[in-house]
């Protein structure tokens, strides 16, 4: 069974940093692109990294670049989005979205984890 499970949420204040883990299993992990999506309640999902399979090219929301980082370790199926300088528009619940090719668009297509609560407090 193809499985995501992202992990490392949690509460912090603005000004301060969490990293998002994202662990693949029943894949071939190195097959496909990672990216990393994000939504509130009542507002639409958006993309704010990704990372490609093959070349390691990352692409990155205005709203996240300079503060957001995104990698990938193959060897432990395992993709990170280290997250600094959160802001309080940050708070969403975080997804990882396994495709061959990221398609920017949530929940549509590939493999999709349950998500971890991101809060940043003011």
């Known amino acids: 069974q193809v499985q995501l499970v992202e992990s490392g949420g949690g509460l912090v204040q603005s000004g301060g940093s969490l990293r998002l883990t994202c662990a693949a299993s029943?894949?071939?992990?190195?097959?496909?692109?990672v990216g990393w999506y994000r939504q509130a309640p009542g507002k639409e999902c958006e993309l704010v990294a990704s990372?490609?399979?093959?070349?390691?090219?990352?692409t990155y929301a205005d709203s996240v670049k300079g503060r957001f980082t995104v990698s990938r370790d193959n060897d432990k199926n395992a993709s990170y989005l280290d997250m600094n300088n959160l802001k309080p528009e940050d708070t969403a619940v975080y997804y990882c979205?396994?495709?061959?090719?990221?398609?920017?668009?949530?929940?549509?297509?590939?493999?999709w984890g349950q998500g971890t609560q991101v809060t940043v407090s003011s």
């Open positions: 979205n396994a495709d061959p090719t990221v398609q920017g668009l949530c929940f549509i297509w590939g493999a």
């Open positions: 029943g894949l071939t992990f190195s097959d496909y692109g």
């Open positions: 990372i490609t399979k093959t070349s390691g090219i990352t």
